[in-house]
């Protein structure tokens, strides 16, 4: 894979700004998908497992995640586990096979040293960056065999966490009058009530 990919180009236009975290998301959905035997879900075939956390120094790996997999924050079949970690589990929901792609501490390692992070660290947005700083390491993260960049071995129990079915019935909340999902509606001084109103004093 490189630059001219259209899954890259995809993972670029979703994402905002070239990293190189990105890209090695994009890598690790590839990497999942073909251990598993499995392709892009179209709706809730697959669910995926992500490490990071919110503050994560690289949350970006979770867009290239969810453009290469199909699993998405959309559709519900993506959970951020809050580890802080270059982790994905990916789960084939059919079968019930589960893989774990990791991030090998060599890749991280030449990652952290890089002139690109050393920026980013003292708080320079990634679109502010010098492309000729970046583009180098997204070149290395795209080509690099995929042994070298994760370390990738089948799960033997794996626990998904609960996920509720799509929900399609709404209320309205009698003090905002917004719509809200009737299941995450409140009672309220007897009235029905959306979960911010509900919290309001």
């Keep these: 894979m490189d630059r001219n990919?259209?899954?890259?180009?995809?993972?670029?236009?979703?994402?905002?700004?070239?990293?190189?975290?990105?890209?090695?998301?994009?890598?690790?959905?590839?990497?999942?998908?073909?251990?598993?035997?499995?392709?892009?879900?179209?709706?809730?075939?697959?669910?995926?497992?992500?490490?990071?956390?919110?503050?994560?120094?690289?949350?970006?790996?979770?867009?290239?995640?969810?453009?290469?997999?199909?699993?998405?924050?959309?559709?519900?079949?993506?959970?951020?586990?809050?580890?802080?970690?270059?982790?994905?589990?990916?789960?084939?929901?059919?079968?019930?096979?589960?893989v774990r792609v990791v991030a090998t501490p060599e890749a991280m390692r030449r990652s952290q040293q890089s002139e690109f992070i050393q920026y980013r660290r003292k708080g320079v947005p990634a679109s502010q960056v010098d492309p000729a700083l970046v583009e180098p390491l997204i070149d290395q993260v795209l080509s690099e065999k995929t042994e070298v960049l994760f370390n990738?071995?089948?799960?033997?129990?794996?626990?998904?966490?609960?996920?509720?079915?799509?929900?399609?019935d709404t209320i309205m909340c009698a003090e905002c009058g917004e719509v809200t999902v009737e299941r995450y509606a409140r009672v309220k001084h007897g009235r029905i009530v959306c979960i911010p109103c509900a919290e309001k004093m």
Excluded at 17 to 23: D, T, V
Excluded at 152 to 168: C, L, R, T
């Design 152 to 168: 990738v071995e089948p799960v033997k129990e794996i626990k998904v966490p609960a996920m509720a079915p799509h929900a399609f």
């Design 5 to 98: 990919d259209e899954v890259y180009k995809v993972g670029l236009a979703l994402h905002g700004h070239k990293c190189p975290a990105m890209p090695l998301g994009l890598r690790a959905g590839l990497a999942a998908m073909q251990a598993l035997g499995v392709s892009h879900a179209p709706d809730g075939q697959l669910t995926a497992l992500v490490e990071i956390d919110r503050n994560h120094c690289s949350t970006c790996f979770a867009d290239g995640i969810q453009v290469t997999t199909g699993c998405t924050f959309g559709k519900g079949n993506i959970r951020s586990l809050g580890y802080g970690k270059f982790g994905l589990t990916l789960i084939d929901n059919k079968t019930g096979r589960s």
